[in-house]
């Protein structure tokens, strides 16, 4: 396999160098080009960012603080080792009757 690398091109040259791009559309993507300022677009960036910024920063100043949530702990950890030990039943009881059909699988290939 050789690998054939083409010359490093922007997007744009790209399109306007398919054959398979319509005309009209290059003409109209020219046009974009020439009529494009790479200054004006940095710059409109730039005043879309600080305003991202300012939103940001004014992020949460007219919410009301709620009350932190109390967790009882104690509370949480019986039903999470009521859960845990649900669980591991299910899962005991569950491989003990893999096994069992597995053995008798196995017992009626004999």
């Known amino acids: 396999m050789i690998k054939r690398y083409h010359p490093p091109a922007p997007p744009a040259a790209r399109?306007?160098?398919?054959?398979?791009?319509?005309?009209?559309?290059?003409?109209?993507l020219q046009a974009m080009l020439e009529n494009s300022?790479?200054?004006?677009l940095f710059a409109s960036l730039r005043?879309?960012?600080?305003?991202?910024?300012?939103?940001?920063d004014r992020r949460g100043?007219?919410?009301k603080l709620e009350?932190?949530?109390?967790?009882?702990?104690?509370?949480?950890?019986?039903?999470?080792?009521?859960g845990l030990?649900?669980?591991?039943?299910?899962?005991?009881?569950?491989a003990t009757l893999s096994?069992?059909?597995?053995?008798?699988q196995k017992t009626q290939h004999v």
């Open 37 to 40: 300022d790479p200054v004006l």
């Open 47 to 56: 005043a879309a960012q600080e305003e991202l910024g300012r939103q940001v």
């Open 67 to 82: 009350e932190p949530v109390v967790v009882d702990l104690q509370r949480f950890a019986r039903k999470f080792k009521g």
């Open 15 to 28: 399109v306007l160098a398919n054959s398979s791009v319509a005309e009209a559309d290059k003409k109209q």
């Open 99 to 104: 096994t069992d059909q597995t053995l008798a």
């Open 61 to 63: 100043v007219n919410q």
């Open 85 to 94: 030990e649900e669980w591991r039943d299910k899962t005991n009881a569950s």
